[in-house]
């Protein structure tokens, strides 16, 4: 008996995102929830890592924690806004007026204070998204790894030899996913989130399957390719570079 693709949501127009906390679950909650609204989603534990994702690719809006080891938030959003860089919403534990009023006043465009929604975070997104004019960055979404090519605008996937590898909606989802964040050890419940939403009811079972059947189609090295990591999900384990 077949098992039923795993549907994806409607898109979003693209957008690429930079999630900047030292929070790893805060981290993995946002990019599951954006990512799962059409949005490209990147993320770094700290303002030296934010500033290695901004040199190698073009960044539409970034959601900067304030309270983090090394640079704070407050120093690198002023940065940001001294070079007329991506949009910045702030997302602090710091909620008092001051704080809020000195995050604006240094150049971020929103302030959230934690705890807060994932729907408030996409709604922000959005507005601040149309602040900046709705024009989000333009640049290619093929990428390569390992003599193989994946075009995410086209739902397209390349062998090595450059022949055409049919792919379902829920496979190509899940691979997308390990595209996006490779790697990384991604848990079954995150990969199922990022896919397919995080109000989604499937059971994780069915990423199992979807990655079953990805390993097949990427030849006699999927296990390789697409790993697993006992009793914590999976790791997409070649370099990812754009092609």
């Known amino acids: 008996m077949q098992t039923a693709a795993i549907a994806v949501p409607a898109p979003e127009p693209s957008a690429t995102l930079l999630v900047v906390d030292d929070d790893r679950d805060i981290r ?5 929830s954006l990512e799962a609204r059409g949005y490209r989603v990147e993320t770094a534990s700290n303002a030296r890592d934010m500033d290695r994702v901004l040199a190698r690719m073009a960044v539409d809006l970034v959601i900067l924690d304030i309270m983090m080891p090394g640079e704070d938030g407050l120093s690198a959003c002023r940065r940001i806004a001294r070079s007329d860089g991506p949009e910045i919403i702030f997302l602090s534990a710091l909620g008092e007026e001051p704080d809020r009023i000195l995050g604006l006043e240094v150049g971020a465009g929103h302030y959230l204070t934690k705890p807060c929604s994932p729907r408030e975070v996409l709604a922000t997104v959005r507005a601040a998204l149309r602040r900046r004019g709705g024009a989000p960055a333009t640049e290619s979404h093929s990428y390569s790894f390992e003599g193989w090519r994946i075009d995410l605008d086209a739902h397209e996937l390349f062998d090595p030899n450059g022949v055409l590898v049919g792919l379902t909606d829920g496979e190509f989802a899940v691979l997308r996913v390990f595209i996006e964040r490779p790697r990384r050890v991604l848990s079954r419940e995150a ?13 994780d079972r069915a990423i199992d399957v979807q990655v079953s059947r990805l390993r097949r189609k990427l030849g006699p090295g999927g296990d390789e390719i697409i790993r697993t990591v006992r009793n914590e999900g999976y790791l997409f384990v070649p370099r990812v570079t754009r092609a």
């Open 28 to 32: 993995q909650l946002l990019a599951s």
């Open 191 to 203: 990969l199922l989130a990022a896919a397919r939403g995080p109000d989604s009811d499937a059971y």
